[in-house]
């Protein structure tokens, strides 16, 4: 059986390592002509660092990236709310890691062209629409460097191609564009010194008004006993003053960006320090870690509203081009690596590949759908902003702004997210299919 995935992201990247173990011959189609380690930091719950261990990536991981330790929330002021362990010390049997997207996807990338060729994927390739019968699915490839359309049989295709989706568009073509809540991020790495545990992925503020996210990522900065600090700066552009009109950008405040969200674009140091000024913590110097970067990235934080459907004959999604979600609870590329593992298993296990791939959503899109849900909700969110708001000032202790209920609800929207599962992760069986 021969499966098609357009697009070499993380999801289909896993995608064709878990369909090559199992058997399946597989062919990556991306249209980037070069693929780079391009991005800043993102975060693998112990769940993908499961399946990306059982495909033999484990000692890779361990090297690039840094066993997250604890998660800690901070008022604007550096004051201590809420913090909780994550990864082994909360009882999972893997790691949380905390990576650069691009040096992962590099991992991945190299592991599907040792392992399944050269020839395994064609970049500068670009995907332009498919046809359907009974039995296979034919695929029209552009060849941007020569111009050549070709037309590549396959028995089951899969789109693995983001945001934007090309084979997500042929399916919902009068689909509208990405829904954005209102909230920029800019986004850039910095090197600096470790700072509490030297694992620790803090959050200060709300993103009701202002929210910065910062946590090292690179293990070879930590062996050197230095600290790559990958942050996300959030701004709710309706309350810094831009509802009624565009932002900056071009976008509507709230409702759908007037421009492509591109997670590549470069952002403006002037445009984001502003917001700021002033975060001066005991542990972290904002606004210094801000113009230490040497590029900043901007975007709208967006998603689209969730699928009822995901599967057609023998085409399916994957990844973001099924279900994109809010940059909550560390969720984006690990929900995309399960979606990988559960569709070369399903397929595996399969009399035929439509059955497999009905399988697929089953198992996949309502979990998924659910978590898009939850991060749109932002639960945890609500609690910060009440403590800015009975403590504008900030605090000596946290126990005389909010009550323990209030506190443990933080814990109970991380639950709803990404942490509900220690044991079912620890003790369900593989996924892994060997051919």
């Not at 694992?199 to 050197?224: F, H, L, Q, W």
């Not at 559960?342 to 659910?370: F, I, K, M, Q, T």
Request: hydrophobic share 40%; with cysteine; proline share 6%.
């Amino acid at each position: 059986m021969r499966v098609l995935i357009v697009g070499a992201g993380i999801g289909g990247l896993t995608a064709a390592l878990s369909l090559h173990e199992a058997g399946f011959e597989v062919l990556v189609a991306e249209a980037a002509a070069r693929l780079r380690p391009l991005g800043v930091g993102i975060n693998l719950l112990p769940h993908a660092v499961r399946e990306l261990t059982e495909l033999g990536l484990g000692e890779e991981l361990a090297d690039l990236g840094v066993p997250t330790a604890e998660m800690v929330h901070f008022d604007r002021f550096g004051g201590r709310i809420w913090g909780e362990p994550r990864g082994l010390a909360l009882g999972y049997s893997w790691p949380q890691y905390s990576i650069h997207r691009g040096e992962l996807q590099m991992a991945l990338l190299e592991a599907v062209l040792a392992r399944l060729g050269e020839k395994s994927v064609r970049t500068g390739t670009v995907f332009e629409g498919f046809e359907q019968d009974g039995t296979r699915v034919r695929a029209r490839l552009l060849d941007r460097a020569s111009g050549t359309v070709e037309t590549v049989p396959a028995d089951v295709l899969v789109g693995a191609d983001g945001l934007h989706s090309a084979v997500r568009a042929q399916l919902y073509p009068d689909e509208p564009a990405p829904l954005w809540n209102g909230i920029r991020m800019w986004r850039g790495l910095t090197e600096g010194e470790p700072f509490l545990t030297g694992r620790t992925m803090a959050v200060a503020g709300t993103n009701t008004a202002a929210k910065v996210v910062v946590y090292p990522i690179s293990g070879r900065a930590e062996r050197d006993g230095r600290a790559l600090l990958n942050w996300v700066a959030e701004v709710n552009m309706v309350r810094a003053g831009h509802s009624g009109g565009p932002s900056p950008n071009g976008e509507a405040a709230g409702g759908r960006p007037g421009g492509t969200a591109d997670w590549n674009r470069t952002g403006r140091l002037d445009d984001v320090l502003p917001h700021f000024a002033g975060w001066t913590f005991g542990w972290l110097d904002v606004p210094a870690l801000l113009r230490g970067t040497a590029q900043i990235l901007e975007y709208p934080m967006v998603d689209r509203d969730p699928l009822g459907r995901w599967t057609f004959g023998r085409v399916t999604l994957l990844g973001d081009a099924a279900h994109p979600m809010y940059p909550i609870g560390s969720n984006g590329g690990s929900q995309a690596v399960l979606d990988a593992r559960v569709l070369a298993h399903e397929l595996a296990s399969a009399a035929d590949p439509a059955a497999g791939l009905l399988g697929y959503e089953r198992e996949r899109r309502e979990a998924a759908n659910a978590v898009v849900l939850a991060c749109r909700d932002m639960p945890a969110d609500r609690v910060l902003h009440m403590v800015s708001e009975r403590a504008p000032q900030g605090f000596s202790c946290i126990e005389d702004v909010l009550t323990p209920e209030e506190l443990t609800a933080i814990n109970g929207a991380y639950q709803r997210t990404s942490f509900s599962d220690v044991e079912a992760l620890n003790t369900r069986p593989s996924y892994t299919v060997t051919s």
